[in-house]
């Protein structure tokens, strides 16, 4: 199973390329497809992240939905009408399409937030802000991890 850890941040060059870093693709060197799949955050000003493998095992839980339902047409649309394959090169770097740098407000770095299977990409600054929020979330709330399988629900 694909676990992306750590927070870093890498620079993104005039062309819209940044590095993905290292331990995340190596969480991805078994994956038929070497890069990565983004879309826009529905939640946060950020992109997210997943391995393409993931992106099926969604694609299964639309499945779940009837199939002309409208919540089903909505989240196929948001997810996956928004989503991008983003191969690496050479070098573990990423083109990332100008909308999805303009949505994210990418500048000159971005930071990448390891989440368990999934990952974020965030401008270093609205990051800072959202971590804060995130840690006084939980540290008010008393929230803990749930006993159970580990699967998602």
Request: charged share 25%; net charge negative.
């Amino acid at each position: 199973m694909t676990l992306f850890l750590s927070t870093f941040t890498n620079k993104v060059d005039k062309k819209g390329r940044v590095s993905v870093p290292a331990s995340f693709r190596a969480e991805l060197t078994d994956q038929s497809f070497q890069g990565i799949v983004l879309f826009r955050s529905n939640v946060h000003a950020c992109l997210e992240g997943f391995a393409y493998s993931y992106m099926q095992e969604i694609g299964a839980r639309l499945d779940d939905f009837d199939l002309f339902s409208a919540e089903q047409d909505d989240l196929a649309t948001a997810i996956f009408g928004d989503a991008v394959q983003l191969p690496w090169d050479g070098d573990g770097r990423v083109m990332l399409p100008t909308e999805l740098v303009e949505f994210s407000e990418l500048n000159e770095k971005a930071t990448f937030v390891g989440m368990g299977r999934k990952f974020q990409i965030w401008s270093p600054s609205v990051f800072e802000a959202r971590r804060e929020s995130a840690r006084q979330s939980v540290k008010s709330k008393n929230m803990t991890i749930p006993k159970g399988s580990g699967g998602d629900k």
